[in-house]
């Protein structure tokens, strides 16, 4: 199982920047999905993660109406749009993948990407 992590970058508060998670090496469709994200010096933290059918999804109460997470079943890809970014949602952002209901324990994820460094500055 191989999940490739992409499209983070630098930008400057209040910007955008929107996530890709490519999957390989499971079937997509039954598995749930999460975004976590981890700062220098403190812990892994869930982001939002969403169902194997795409029909729920949570977020995290610091992201909430900022974040958007979405899958594309035909393309085995998984995204986080972030807008209204700030310095504070710095991290390397990870997406990770189990087989089941969606969680937002990330010791519940059985596959992980490499992660994408999130920065946002002026």
């Known amino acids: 199982v191989q999940l490739q992590a992409s499209g983070g970058g630098l930008v400057q508060p209040g910007g955008s920047l929107r996530l890709f998670c490519a999957a390989s090496?499971?079937?997509?469709?039954?598995?749930?999905f999460g975004w976590f994200r981890q700062a220098p010096g403190k812990e892994r933290e869930a982001v939002s993660c969403?169902?194997?059918?795409?029909?729920?999804?949570y977020y995290a109460d610091f992201v909430k109406g900022r974040f958007i997470i979405s899958r594309d079943d035909a393309k085995n890809t998984l995204y986080l749009q972030m807008d209204s970014l700030k310095p504070e949602d710095t991290a390397v952002y990870y997406c990770?993948?189990?087989?089941?209901?969606?969680?937002?324990?990330?010791?519940?994820?059985?596959?992980w990407g490499q992660g994408t460094q999130v920065t946002v500055s002026s």
């Open positions: 990770a993948a189990r087989w089941g209901l969606a969680l937002m324990d990330p010791e519940s994820y059985d596959y």
């Open positions: 090496g499971l079937d997509f469709d039954d598995h749930a």
């Open positions: 969403i169902s194997s059918r795409g029909d729920t999804s």
